[in-house]
């Protein structure tokens, strides 16, 4: 149960000054229904109107973004387009952020919403959510490398990676990478380390979240019930 003036102010539409007005002036519904005041407490979940028309109410927003090559995934840089600059504007001022970067030139799923908690327990180091990528290597991958992989690679500066897994695919310079950790550059490394540089990464999953393989690069759309439900939410 949240209060309505607050419910209101969310949406970045109103603040909560204005929230209460418009409640005064009975421009607002629940459920079709009049409230009593802006401080009235709505479920989660309610019909809110304003004017007749649907506001929504969720507390936290979770966006799927097919991340396309050539866009930074941070929120804000000097030069590069961000991943935000996708988003329609009225959802780039409600603090989304992105779950876990990926490099410039990387594709794939990226999931952005502005609940931190969930951001936590996607990242925090001891989590250790797969995530899976597909990458096209230069160079010929074999059982050795998969070998190297499940042992757990050291990188040229000595930093030891988690043991992960490669599946070489039918063209061998061609790979799946489970990763459970989420170090920088850390396909591009350890693919490197073994003499095989990465020439095309594009990040597939993260956890139970799958990239939507009829949503093309650079197109983004709200996680379903399902998703959610299936990220604990
Ligand atoms: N590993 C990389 O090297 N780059 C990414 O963008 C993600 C994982």
């Known amino acids: ?3 309505l ?18 409640v005064k002036a009975g421009r607002v519904k629940v459920e079709g229904q009049p409230p009593r005041g802006p401080e009235d407490k709505v479920a989660e979940g309610a019909l809110v109107t304003v004017d007749g028309h649907p506001i929504n109410t969720d507390k936290f927003v979770y966006i799927m973004l097919h991340k396309p090559d050539g866009v930074v995934s941070s929120t804000e840089d000097p030069r590069d387009e961000t991943v935000l600059t996708l988003l329609p504007k009225e959802l780039r001022r409600i603090g989304l952020f992105p779950v876990g970067r990926l490099d410039k030139d990387t594709e794939g799923l990226l ?6 908690q969930l951001a936590h ?9 797969d995530k899976v990528y597909y990458t ?14 499940e ?12 043991p992960a897994e490669l599946e070489i695919l039918e063209d061998p310079g061609q790979a799946l990478v489970t990763l459970r950790e989420g170090k920088y550059h850390q396909v591009k490394r350890m693919l490197a380390s073994r003499g095989k540089p990465v020439t095309y990464l594009k990040r597939l999953s993260m956890g139970p979240l799958k990239l939507d393989p009829i949503l093309p690069p650079g197109r983004w759309r709200y996680l379903s019930d399902r998703e959610k439900e299936e990220l604990g939410l």
């Not at 419910?7 to 418009?22: Q, Y």
């Open 1 to 3: 149960m949240e209060r």
């Open 5 to 22: 003036d607050k419910i209101l102010a969310a949406t970045g539409k109103w603040s909560r000054k204005d929230a209460k007005a418009l």
């Open 111 to 116: 999931l952005l919403t502005n609940d931190g």
């Open 121 to 129: 327990r996607l990242l925090a180091p001891g989590k250790h959510v």
């Open 151 to 162: 042992t757990g690679i050291v990188l040229g500066d000595g930093t030891e990676c988690l």
């Open 136 to 149: 096209e290597v230069d160079g010929v991958l074999d059982p050795s490398d998969c070998q190297a992989f």
